[in-house]
């Protein structure tokens, strides 16, 4: 077995953290494209009182 010294220690340690804030921005990204998809009108108030409604497919 490799004997792992403080580079390699720092090296390992470096990419769990990267694997893990991967992982948690794929879980993000996946329940924000679940909530759009569920989202069916959006609306907007504009300057002026007008208001725009932006209908999505459901």
């Not at 470096?14 to 948690?24: I, P």
């Amino acid at each position: 077995m490799l004997a792992v010294g403080p580079p390699q220690e720092f090296i390992m340690r470096s990419l769990s953290s990267v694997q893990v804030k991967y992982t948690r921005a794929l879980e993000t990204l996946a329940r924000v494209r679940k909530i759009n998809r569920s989202i069916q009108q959006i609306n907007i108030a504009m300057e002026g009182g007008k208001q725009v409604n932006v209908a999505g497919e459901a």
